[in-house]
């Protein structure tokens, strides 16, 4: 099946710095999303990105299909941006599958 | 416009019981998915109701079971409890590619 890795693993940062976490997968996809885990475990749906750049804020992020990557962008990082982000993924008529995810914290 | 919404929040069991999750999706939203989420993982899938029929399922085994109700809302049922259960399992609903997930439930298994 496809396989979806992300990095880095861990990240940390200082309140108002920005960020870049990356996204690579295996095979052709004609669904990605990302999302935003809290510390309480719900998740977020943060974009649905299957190829090209979409901006929320300050959250963005941009998908590669053809070199099968995707990146979410970080500006100005808050407290609140703390938690584990997932990329999944759909590759035909696959259910969706999720890397193991990145997790930020952010320090006042 | 209420969002998915899941019961309960924290279960605990024995091993060898059975347990029964629940989940109401979104308002409009007709396709339910379930996942497991063991601690520090990403969510495994395990299986997707669409009009009361299991469409997809994950590799996941027999003694996990689901159901799909008239009003789109589904259960989650897991017999023969083992300790490796233990995990958040949480429930999806689906709309044009997006999946709009619950609170979860957090089930541990002694």
């Known amino acids: 099946g496809i396989q979806v890795e992300q990095s880095p693993p861990d990240l940390i940062l200082q309140e108002g710095a920005n960020s870049t976490l990356r996204c690579n997968f295996s095979?052709?996809?004609?669904?990605l999303q990302w999302f935003h885990q809290n510390p309480w475990g719900q998740l977020i749906n943060l974009f649905y990105?299957?190829?090209g750049t979409k901006q929320n804020g300050r959250l963005s992020a941009t998908t590669v299909a053809t070199e099968r990557y995707s990146l979410l962008y970080i500006s100005s990082s808050q407290t609140t941006d703390s938690g584990v982000y997932f990329c999944?993924?759909?590759?035909?008529?696959?259910?969706?599958?999720f890397g193991k995810g990145t997790r930020l914290s952010v320090i006042a | 416009d209420a969002g998915v919404t899941q019961s309960p929040t924290h279960l605990i069991k024995t091993r060898g019981q059975q347990v029964t999750l629940r989940c109401s999706p979104k308002?409009?939203?007709?396709?339910v998915s379930w996942y497991q989420q063991a601690l520090g993982q990403g969510p495994q899938f395990i299986f997707q109701?669409?009009?009361?029929?299991?469409?997809q399922r994950g590799n996941f085994p027999d003694r996990f079971s689901g159901h799909q109700f008239p009003n789109y809302s589904s259960e989650l049922n897991v017999n023969a409890l083992l300790l490796g259960d233990s995990a958040l399992y949480l429930c999806?609903?689906?709309?044009?590619?997006?999946?709009?997930f619950g609170p979860g439930t957090r089930l541990t298994v002694l």
């Open positions: 999944a993924v759909k590759s035909g008529n696959t259910p969706l599958v």
């Open positions: 999806a609903s689906t709309q044009s590619g997006r999946e709009f």
């Open positions: 109701y669409y009009e009361e029929e299991e469409r």
């Open positions: 308002s409009g939203h007709d396709t």
């Open positions: 095979d052709s996809v004609n669904n």
């Open positions: 990105i299957p190829s």
